[in-house]
């Protein structure tokens, strides 16, 4: 079964420091990977995806992520953090192993607070 | 604008008080997915559906009714709501069938549902 693992409920950093938030996932197969940033009140939003090639990936507002095969990672990337960043983060795996509907496992997230 | 639209977006009910939550998309996408998103679990997927008159159970189905009669809609219905069910709903949609998985899902602004 696949699953998805975020180690870190809640991480705080200072606005325009580094981030990276970890993902770590399983899955019998190359993997589709994602990730997803909620604002409060709102849906979930795409920040970026892996599914093949360049393992490095680009995404929105400045993100990016790495896919580490032998790690069973993907962890997600910011050089610096803005406040607007303040946000719950998912990682979601997905593929052609998931059957019908081609389902996404979502992570438990990661509540990210920027300090000022 | 492209958009997934859920209704009401907060709802406040009595035990065993039978209830729906609409959802509606304008992007004339195939496959459509309720989740129930808690603290410390994520989002789990409650049902699925890929395609009119086509649904699915998901990771977390007991105590939800879904129907897909057209396309654009896929209404979350609870005929009997319990406390255990207190959580925020989300409606997502994506394209099905080749390439999908390379698709974003598309996420409504979420539904507050609390019963008591």
């Known amino acids: 079964a696949q699953s998805v693992t975020q180690p870190d409920i809640h991480i705080t950093v200072s606005e325009g420091a580094s981030l990276e938030l970890r993902c770590n996932y399983s899955y019998g197969a190359t993997p589709y990977l994602f990730w997803y940033v909620q604002s409060p009140g709102q849906g979930l939003q795409l920040l970026l995806k892996?599914?093949?090639?360049?393992?490095l990936v680009q995404g929105i507002k400045g993100f990016e992520a790495e896919f580490k095969r032998s790690q069973s990672s993907f962890n997600l990337r910011k050089p610096s953090v803005h406040w607007s960043d303040a946000a719950e983060y998912f990682c979601a795996v997905g593929g052609q192993l998931t059957g019908g509907g081609n389902k996404l496992t979502f992570g438990t997230g990661t509540q990210l607070k920027v300090e000022l | 604008e492209a958009q997934v639209t859920q209704n009401p977006r907060y709802l406040i009910t009595v035990t065993g008080k039978k209830l729906t939550v609409t959802c509606s998309q304008n992007m004339n996408h195939e496959y459509m997915s309720w989740y129930r998103q808690d603290p410390g679990l994520g989002l789990r997927q409650i049902y699925y559906s890929m395609n009119v008159e086509v649904t699915d159970k998901g990771d977390v189905p007991e105590g939800y009714k879904v129907s897909r009669k057209e396309k654009r809609n896929f209404p979350l219905i609870l005929e009997s709501p319990s406390p255990n069910q207190t959580s925020l709903y989300f409606c997502?949609?994506?394209?099905?069938?080749?390439?999908?998985?390379?698709?974003?899902?598309?996420f409504g602004n979420g539904t507050r549902l609390t019963v008591t």
């Open positions: 997502a949609s994506r394209i099905q069938g080749r390439g999908a998985m390379n698709s974003p899902l598309h």
């Open positions: 892996y599914f093949s090639g360049d393992t």
